[in-house]
């Protein structure tokens, strides 16, 4: 009997060493990964506000504001939260029907008992012309999403919705109340939501609102998450999306959902730094057993022009349990890392962008790209464009004549004013028959600013150089000849739009049937 025991209390130790060793091998493991992980910012060039990210299986999923650009939220796929690739569009082909403009703020959230995902996101109702929160659903990022339509819509819009359950595990929707929009405060509400995602129950309750003087007279953009038996809340404040912006973040915990909520009083926690300013709005994810943030922020260099760009920055902890940032995002990436090209073969890239109001129209075979023309988008014609990334560029695009008999080429699109809703408006060079034209076109109103005519050709070459986001200058060739400036430089600060940056790329603007033929597009960044 001693010697079973003996022997049964080696098989027991022996058990006992190979579940420490192996939990020593996952330790260092973890431990290997978190020195091998590097950020490289921006993980999101480009303007994409009010970022959101969820783990689903071995992969991050990303999406972003689109405001009126479609598609309509891009779906992102990494394997390590800081190289991304556009994989799906919650809406690829347009708005939902109920929806009109003012697409904000999507947020990812995947139920893992269902096997589904969903995106909330913010919509302006055609009929009540109020922002609403609404959802979409699907069996996978990557697959096709349903739209459930509005959740809330209240008198001064309902934004920013973040799901989370409580700490009984029932199932609630947050939102800020858009009260700064009529000069009232804002409060961030949460109410039980079915299952389904398709209907609130019971009644909302209030979770903190603007109240500490360094809000200023807001507080949005929230997202929840449980660690050491809290809730913690990052959120936003101040203005986000404009030159004056002066947008920063803070955290807020409590020990139930419903609250009582306590603010942390070293906030705001995410703040500006040598690279990066008016950061805010984003979602924490956790990563091999750290907490990152992925939010917007202006680059110092680009500033409003590139718009707000998709930054990765990892969360730290008080001895009390507060998390906090360093601070200390850099922009790290390699410009040339940026450039881009495209010869439309097989179809088209899937980065490209239009106008949500725009009944795009174009082809794609063996000729290239035919972008039929049209006098939408206030007078500018049909839009194919993609967001800057960064505020130093060329873009050249190559047009076949022969095929081509409507004006295009290649524009900066803005609005015609830095306010909320300001209509669109560009400026660029175009082939217009047998002339090179800079143009602007502003309030529906065309202005030549130079032109110089031409020869007939085989071929020609349009572009446009960009510096320091705003300064222009424009050149030709043709198939015999170099490069030909046209003009001076040319400033289109005035351009820029409130809460989107600078977007960049194709037009073709005429009577319908007509087409412009482009051969292939190349951004190059310096």
């Not at 479609?70 to 569009?89: G, M, R």
Request: proline residues 4%; hydrophobic residues 35%; negative net charge.
């Amino acid at each position: 009997m001693n010697r079973l025991k003996g022997i049964w209390l080696l098989i027991v130790t022996g058990f006992f060493l190979l579940g420490a060793c192996q939990s020593n091998k996952s330790q260092e493991e973890s431990v290997a990964k978190k020195k091998d992980f590097q950020i490289i910012n921006p993980v999101l060039p480009g303007d994409h506000p009010d970022p959101t990210v969820v783990k689903v299986g071995d992969f991050y999923y990303a999406s972003a504001t689109s405001n009126e650009w479609a598609p309509l939220f891009p779906i992102f796929k990494s394997a390590d939260l800081v190289n991304w690739e556009v994989v799906n569009y919650v809406f690829p082909d347009g708005a939902p029907e109920w929806a009109k403009n003012n697409f904000w703020a999507p947020e990812l959230a995947f139920d893992e008992a269902q096997g589904k995902i969903y995106a909330y996101y913010t919509a302006r109702d055609k009929a009540s012309n109020r922002l609403s929160v609404a959802v979409a659903s699907a069996d996978s990022p990557e697959g096709d999403f349903k739209d459930h339509g509005p959740l809330v819509a209240q008198e001064v819009g309902s934004i920013d919705a973040f799901e989370v359950r409580d700490e009984n595990g029932k199932l609630y929707l947050t939102w800020k109340e858009d009260g700064n929009s009529r000069g009232l405060p804002t409060p961030i509400w949460a109410q039980e939501i079915n299952e389904e995602r398709t209907a609130l129950l019971g009644e909302p309750h209030e979770l903190f609102r603007n109240d500490v003087d360094w809000e200023l007279n807001l507080v949005e953009g929230v997202s929840i998450f449980r660690e050491n038996e809290y809730f913690y809340a990052t959120y936003s404040a101040g203005a986000c999306c404009d030159k004056a912006c002066n947008y920063k973040a803070g955290v807020a915990r409590a020990k139930n959902l419903l609250g009582p909520w306590e603010k942390y009083n070293q906030n705001p926690i995410l703040k500006d730094n040598d690279n990066w300013k008016c950061a805010g709005h984003g979602t924490v994810v956790k990563k091999d057993g750290d907490y990152y943030l992925l939010y917007h922020a202006y680059s110092t260099e680009g500033d409003v022009y590139v718009g707000r760009e998709g930054v990765l920055e990892q969360l730290h902890w008080t001895e009390d349990g507060w998390p906090y940032f360093e601070n200390k995002a850099t922009y790290n990436r390699e410009k040339a890392s940026l450039t881009f090209t495209d010869d439309f073969s097989p179809s088209l890239d899937q980065i490209w962008q239009w106008r949500v109001s725009q009944n795009i129209q174009y082809t794609t075979n063996e000729e290239g790209l035919l972008l039929q023309a049209s006098d939408e988008n206030e007078g500018l014609g049909s839009l194919l464009v993609q967001s800057s990334t960064s505020p130093d560029y060329e873009i050249t695009v190559t047009i076949n004549p022969e095929l081509t008999n409507a004006s295009g080429g290649v524009l900066l699109v803005g609005g015609a004013h830095n306010g909320f809703g300001a209509p669109v408006a560009g400026m660029g060079i175009s082939l217009n028959g047998n002339e090179i034209q800079v143009i602007e076109n502003r309030n529906q109103q065309l202005e030549i600013k130079a032109s110089e005519a031409i020869l007939e050709t085989e071929s020609i070459q349009l572009k446009m150089t960009v510096r320091e986001g705003h300064l222009l200058h424009f050149a030709y060739k043709d198939s015999k000849n170099a490069w030909k400036a046209l003009g001076n430089e040319f400033d289109a600060a005035h351009l820029v739009p409130w809460g989107m940056g600078f977007r960049l790329g194709l037009f073709a603007k005429g009577a319908n049937g007509t087409v412009v033929n482009f051969k292939g597009v190349t951004i190059n960044h310096q």
